[in-house]
């Protein structure tokens, strides 16, 4: 399990010098906000098989842990709690920056440490997200792609290969979550202290489960109020 656990930090430094290096560049810089989504699932899908492959386990089946019935409540139970999540970040998004709105507020924010190197701001992060949210077909398949492979990575391979494999329950628990939290550090603390208590939902529905479907469905749900909240905002300010 030792040489397996480099493996799962892939999409970190990936993610990481590739946005260093085109925040670097003017030219480059708008292309950040579509690169990096796309760059996060490609790591994570290879990350994800070279994992399989070092263990030597084969793909098995996405729902092959409890019963269908359980699987579908958990699918209810999980998504709810993700809403819940959702709110909680949403309201320690205002806490942290009190009479600002959340998009609007850059200080504190993690990579503002960065500005040697001209790394996106929280408030330029939250900027490129709302104008994705403004185009569907493109918010869409940016989110369909990177759900799918966050969740192949982090609840998949972690919890329902690795924790079978040997991991300790409780350590695949935390690290799926430390990591699945860590990918959004470009939106400051209260996104990354939100993703520490959403990858916890998911994970606890995965293992509950047996299952990557309820983590799925809650993680494309969670996706779905991140565009209305910043289309609501776009058209408030129209």
């Known amino acids: 399990m030792d040489q397996v656990l480099p493996i799962l930090l892939l999409p970190l430094p990936v993610l990481g010098a590739t946005t260093m290096m085109l925040a670097l560049r003017p030219g480059w810089r708008r292309i950040i906000p579509v690169a990096s989504p796309v760059l996060l699932a490609m790591s ?14 084969g793909m098995a089946s996405v729902d ?6 359980v699987i579908l409540m958990l699918t209810v139970t999980t998504t709810a709690a993700g809403a819940a999540a959702f709110g ?9 920056g009190p009479g600002r709105a959340p998009a609007a507020n850059s200080i504190g924010a993690l990579p503002a440490s960065l500005a040697f190197v001209q790394m996106p701001s929280r408030d330029e992060s939250f900027r490129a997200v709302r104008a994705m949210a403004a185009n569907p077909a493109q918010f869409t398949f940016l989110t369909v792609l ?9 609840r998949y391979v972690i919890l329902l290969v690795c ?10 628990l935390a690290l799926q979550t430390v990591l699945y939290s860590l990918n959004h550090i470009a939106f400051g603390i209260p996104a990354l ?5 959403f990858g916890l939902v998911l994970g606890a529905g995965t293992l509950l489960s047996g ?13 779905l109020l991140v565009a209305r909240q910043f289309r609501t905002r776009s058209v408030q300010r129209a």
């Open 163 to 172: 924790v079978p494999a040997g991991l300790d329950l409780l350590a695949g």
């Open 146 to 154: 990177t759900v799918a492979a966050e969740e192949f990575l982090y």
């Open 211 to 223: 299952s990557v479907i309820p983590a799925l469905v809650a993680h494309l749900c969670y996706q």
């Open 88 to 96: 909680g970040e949403k309201w320690l998004s205002v806490r942290w």
């Open 64 to 69: 092959s842990g409890a019963g269908w019935p």
């Open 44 to 57: 994570c899908v290879v990350a994800a098989f070279w994992v399989l492959a070092v263990l030597g386990v």
């Open 193 to 197: 202290i939100g993703k520490l208590g």
